[in-house]
């Protein structure tokens, strides 16, 4: 889902969460049963040596 998401936006954590580097956005587009969705990303990257990331999605439908 990611590889093919268009890229929004970069920002520093605004909610200051320890450990947290910056916040990255990210939307792609989805049909499940049939139903267009836009699909928002939320990667968060890791302050830690070994650079690991937390992935967050929502799905919201789109209408025809």
Known sequence: MIEGAQFIETVA??????????VSYFSNYCKINGNLFKIHITVKKMLDKNR???YYYAATKQEA
Do not use: A, L, M
Not at 13 to 18: F, H, I
């Open 13 to 22: 954590d605004s909610k200051n969460t320890p450990g947290i580097e910056n």
């Open 52 to 54: 690991r990331f937390v």
